[in-house]
C-alpha cells in the first residue's frame, strides 16, 4: 500500500488549461503538503494544511487553490497554466504540526507546452 | 539569505571513500533537523534525523552545531548505492514548515 499517493504522475498541458493534481494519504497523520521543485531541484513549500485547515499559503499565485476535503486528502487545482509553472509538484504528509519526518508521494511531473 | 544552504556539489568519490556534506542554516532558533536523501526523479525520503549529541545510523553520521548554525553528514565506506542528492531540512522553532536545502549531489563510482 502507497503511503502517500498523487495522480497523476505525469501531466503535460497547453497553456491557459486548467488541471488538478489529486494527493492521498493513508498514513492516519493531521498534516499534509504541497511542494514544488522546480528544474534547478530546490523544493519550496506551497501550502500546508493541518486537520483540513490552511495554515500555510506561501507566495504563491492564486491560480493555485489547494482544496482539502478530509485530512487524507489535499488536492492542488491550477488555473490558467503558464510555462513557468512546469516543475515537479510533491504532496507530503506528517504527524503532525511538529519535528515530524515527511512522508513523500511520487510527484507530478507538470509540462506547460 | 536562503533559510538553508547547501553547496550542490556533485561531490564525486571512489567507493570505498568517506565523504562529507555541510548545510547551513539562517534562523538560529531553529528547532528539528533532517537529512533527507532524493534519487534521480523520485521523491525525497528521510536518511535520518539530526540530534543535538549527534546520532550514527551504520556508515552515516549526522551532527549539528548550533554555535555555527550548520548540520553535517558523514558517509564512510561509500557504495556505488549511495548515489543520490542529500537534501537537509531545517524546522523553525514553531514547527510550521519544512525548509530544504537545495541539496548537495553524489556520485559513487566503481
Not at chain 1, 11 to 24: A, P
Not at chain 2, 19 to 44: G, I, L
Amino acid at each position: 500500500d502507497t503511503a502517500v499517493s498523487q495522480t497523476p504522475k505525469y501531466l503535460v498541458t497547453q497553456m491557459g488549461n486548467d488541471k488538478s493534481i489529486k494527493c492521498e494519504q493513508n498514513l492516519g497523520h493531521d498534516t499534509m503538503y504541497w511542494y514544488k521543485q522546480d528544474s534547478k531541484k530546490f523544493l519550496k513549500i506551497m501550502f500546508s494544511y493541518n486537520n483540513k485547515e490552511l495554515i500555510i499559503n506561501e507566495t504563491v499565485p492564486n491560480r493555485f487553490s489547494p482544496k482539502s476535503p478530509d485530512k487524507a486528502h489535499l488536492n492542488l487545482h491550477i488555473n490558467s497554466l503558464e510555462l513557468g509553472d512546469s516543475a515537479v509538484y510533491f504532496c507530503a504528509s506528517s504527524q503532525d504540526i511538529g519535528p515530524y519526518q515527511a512522508f513523500f508521494g511520487q510527484g507530478t511531473r507538470l509540462t506547460v507546452v | 539569505r536562503k533559510e538553508v544552504e547547501q553547496d550542490p556539489g556533485p561531490f564525486n568519490v571512489p567507493e570505498g571513500a568517506t565523504v562529507a556534506f555541510n548545510c547551513t542554516y539562517s534562523n538560529s532558533a531553529s528547532q528539528s533537523f533532517f537529512w533527507y536523501r532524493q534519487d534521480c526523479r523520485k521523491e525525497p525520503k528521510l536518511l535520518m534525523s539530526v540530534y543535538s549529541s549527534g546520532n550514527e545510523d551504520g556508515r552515516f553520521t549526522a551532527q549539528l552545531n548550533r554555535a555555527s548554525q550548520y548540520i553535517s553528514l558523514l558517509i564512510r565506506d561509500s557504495k556505488l548505492s549511495d548515489s543520490a542528492t542529500y537534501l537537509c531540512v531545517v524546522i523553525p522553532y514553531n514547527f510550521n514548515k519544512f525548509y530544504f536545502g537545495s541539496g548537495t549531489k553524489l556520485n559513487v563510482k566503481p
